[in-house]
């Protein structure tokens, strides 16, 4: 599998490839999101989610890839900090507002910054229509997250600070894509990175919300438990789709293309939790994906 997928770096199959990799991580990630904004805490349903991926990963990576190189052991360790910080933005920013509102801001604002980071670690080149394809994706969610924030009724005196720890995850967002896409491009099996990252990863969580763990009424443990399997394997599948869609295409392109999990979330909320769409809505999805066809075929 991993040799197959290195064939694939620079050739247009893996451009292809990469395109379907970033719309597999878009749809998964809006579940991912769904799945810590419920009935739980979202610290514990971050926690249950990380625990269970970490110990599901251990074995992988200690007894089936290949283990990491010297060199990856700095950048594990800077991983950790970088994802470490950003869990702890995107469970504040969850406590305090609507996900409707919340979930397109963090969204809207990473792959802008994730696109001129790209430039910048990476050295991509994109043309004006790339660019105006990005303007009219960030806009389109910003502005769904605008239109959102008119239904807020609760607590809408807690929405100015959700949404500045909204736009602190969303730079959070573009700076583990873009430091990950290093990561991985810096190991010879992908596979690496991606099995020793999760098992690293899941410790933080577990360890932090220990204390609410106990607090939690014994009642309550099934249910996380299942939420925490299913998420794990949809982390597996989210985020280990988009890096290896970062390995073989464009960062920013990979990382605009995600963003359309703004979409999706919104047809999970109007599918699961009832949410009305409505035209104002559905116009705003369409220019989203719009601005990412854009992206992905004006360059």
Do not use: C
Not at 70 to 76: D, L
Request: aromatic share 14%; proline share 5%.
């Amino acid at each position: 599998m991993s040799d197959w997928l290195l064939s694939l770096e620079g050739t247009a199959q893996g451009e292809d490839v990469a395109l379907a990799l970033a719309l597999l991580a878009a749809f998964l990630h809006a579940l991912f999101g769904a799945l810590q904004k419920g009935r739980h805490d979202p610290w514990l349903s971050r926690a249950a989610i990380d625990a269970s991926y970490g110990i599901i990963a251990a074995p992988f990576a200690l007894f089936v890839v290949p283990w990491p190189e010297p060199h990856m052991w700095p950048i594990f360790l800077g991983a950790f900090v970088i994802h470490t910080i950003y869990k702890i933005l995107q469970a504040m920013t969850y406590t305090r507002g609507a996900y409707a509102v919340v979930y397109p801001v963090v969204r809207g604002t990473g792959p802008l910054f994730a696109v001129v980071a790209a430039g910048i670690v990476f050295g991509e080149i994109y043309t004006l229509w790339q660019w105006f394809g990005l303007a009219l994706l960030v806009a389109a969610i910003l502005g769904l997250a605008a239109w959102n924030l008119r239904t807020v009724t609760i607590d809408r005196d807690r929405m100015i600070p959700a949404l500045g720890f909204a736009v602190a995850t969303g730079a959070f967002v573009a700076l583990y894509t873009t430091y990950d896409a290093w990561g991985i491009r810096a190991t010879a099996d992908p596979f690496t990175f991606l099995a020793w990252f999760f098992m690293i990863d899941g410790i933080f969580m577990p360890l932090a919300t220990a204390r609410r763990w106990v607090r939690l009424p014994a009642s309550e443990f099934p249910a996380l438990l299942r939420r925490g399997i299913i998420g794990a394997f949809v982390a597996y599948f989210s985020f280990g789709a988009i890096m290896l869609a970062t390995r073989l295409d464009k960062v920013g392109e990979a990382a605009v293309l995600r963003e359309t999990s703004t979409v999706f979330a919104a047809l999970i909320a109007w599918l699961i939790l009832g949410d009305k769409v409505g035209p104002v809505r559905t116009a705003l999805m369409a220019l989203i994906a719009l601005g990412a066809v854009i992206m992905e075929f004006a360059g």
